[in-house]
């Protein structure tokens, strides 16, 4: 991705809070970047929702061979801006 378009920590909050498997007492806002989605009581199929969400809003595919050393939202953020998106 450009600079101008990097893909955003709030940005990847909201679309974590429109995915399956989180427990509504689980705080977003706080400091959740080095957290494990683990952690943050999201499981694999929250986790693969997420990352389809990723590839229908902004063209970046995450392979499922990635998506086990994607294992915090810092993880993902930095993914997604280091891939272009498909044309």
Same mark, same amino acid.
């Given at each position: $991705? /450009?600079? +101008? %378009?990097?893909? /955003?920590? #709030?940005?990847?909050? +909201? =679309? $974590?809070?429109?995915?399956? !498997? *989180?427990?509504?007492?689980?705080?977003?806002? !706080? #400091?959740?970047?080095?957290? %494990?989605?683990?952690?943050? !009581?999201?499981? +694999?199929?929250? *986790?693969?929702? @997420? /990352?389809?969400? =990723?590839?229908?809003?902004? !063209?970046?595919?995450? &392979?499922?061979?990635? =998506?086990?050393?994607?294992?915090?939202?810092?993880? @993902? *953020?930095?993914? *997604?801006?280091?891939? &272009?998106?498909?044309?």
């Amino acid at each position: $991705m /450009t600079q +101008s %378009t990097l893909f /955003t920590l #709030d940005q990847l909050r +909201s =679309i $974590m809070r429109r995915c399956a !498997g *989180v427990d509504e007492s689980v705080d977003l806002d !706080g #400091d959740v970047a080095d957290a %494990t989605f683990a952690e943050l !009581g999201y499981d +694999s199929l929250a *986790v693969l929702e @997420i /990352t389809a969400q =990723i590839r229908q809003e902004l !063209g970046v595919a995450v &392979p499922d061979g990635a =998506i086990e050393e994607l294992t915090t939202p810092r993880h @993902i *953020v930095t993914y *997604v801006n280091d891939r &272009p998106a498909a044309g």
